[in-house]
Nanobody, 126 residues
Framework: QVQLVESGGGSVQAGGSLRLSCEAS????????MAWFRQAPGKEREGVAA???????IYVDSVKGRFTISKDNAANTLYLQMNSLKPEDTAMYYC????????????????????WGQGTQVTVSS
């Protein structure tokens, strides 16, 4: 059974940094694609960053140059380093994982992932 547990959220001022972690269990970590999503109140859940089995990454335009997704296969942990945070980054952040077909790269669509964590809140004040 896939389990994903996020941590590292909190409250910071604009310009600050946070590092989110997602501890995974119950599946072969290195074989799955993983991603971070976020959902602000009243808005749809959106993909923020994804990392493929080989470590290649993609980002939504709004976080490029500020956020970095990474993973530690030995520790079964996914990370999201968030720098230069802005008030519009305020949201609940979720990690997600799924087994993609070998020829399909990791994506940023909610529908591509069947396994989700409970989320960790990030609040950025101006």
């Amino acid at each position: 059974q896939v389990q994903l547990v996020e941590s590292g959220g909190g409250s910071v001022q604009a310009g600050g940094s946070l590092r989110l972690s997602c501890e995974a269990s119950g599946y072969p970590f290195s074989s799955y694609c993983m991603a971070w999503f976020r959902q602000a109140p009243g808005k749809e859940r959106e993909g923020v960053a994804a990392i493929d089995r080989d470590g290649s990454t993609i980002y939504v335009d709004s976080v490029k140059g500020r956020f970095t997704i990474s993973k530690d296969n030995a520790a079964n942990t996914l990370y999201l380093q968030m720098n230069s945070l802005k008030p519009e980054d305020t949201a609940m952040y979720y990690c997600a994982a799924d087994l993609f077909p070998p020829t399909v790269p990791a994506g940023l669509l909610v529908s591509e992932y069947a396994n989700w964590g409970q989320g960790t809140q990030v609040t950025v004040s101006s």
